[in-house]
């Protein structure tokens, strides 16, 4: 089974910069896609980025040109580097290990860590 551990998160000020980590161990990557997930408070989880095994990316429209995912498949270890940090970033963000599209939806398949939060003052 599959162990997520996200870190990095914290309180920023607006247009500050942050870059979380989610180390997997228990196995390897999965051959599809990781992603990133964020949940607000009172809101659904949603997703805020994925990348595939050969490093291509997708990302949310609220976070494109600003957040930059990447993933070192030595280390068993997906990045999140998140710039100009706005307020409605805030939230808990979580990792998962298997995401896919099925029938053109992106879904998160995969294990999930415990999240690590992440507040943006303004």
Not at 25 to 51: D, H, N
Not at 74 to 102: F, I
Request: hydrophobic residues 35%; proline residues 4%; aromatic residues 6%.
């Amino acid at each position: 089974q599959v162990q997520l551990v996200e870190s990095g998160g914290g309180l920023v000020q607006a247009g500050g910069s942050l870059k979380l980590s989610c180390a997997a161990s228990g196995t390897v990557f999965s051959p599809v896609a990781m992603g990133w997930y964020r949940q607000a408070p009172g809101k659904k989880r949603e997703l805020v980025g994925t990348i595939t095994n050969g490093g291509i990316t997708n990302y949310a429209e609220p976070v494109k040109g600003r957040f930059t995912i990447s993933r070192d498949n030595v280390t068993n270890t997906l990045h999140l580097q998140m710039n100009s940090l706005k307020p409605e970033d805030t939230g808990v963000y979580y990792c998962n290990e298997d995401v896919r599209v099925v029938a053109g939806i992106t879904l998160p398949l995969g294990s999930w860590g415990q999240g690590t939060q992440v507040t943006v003052s303004s």
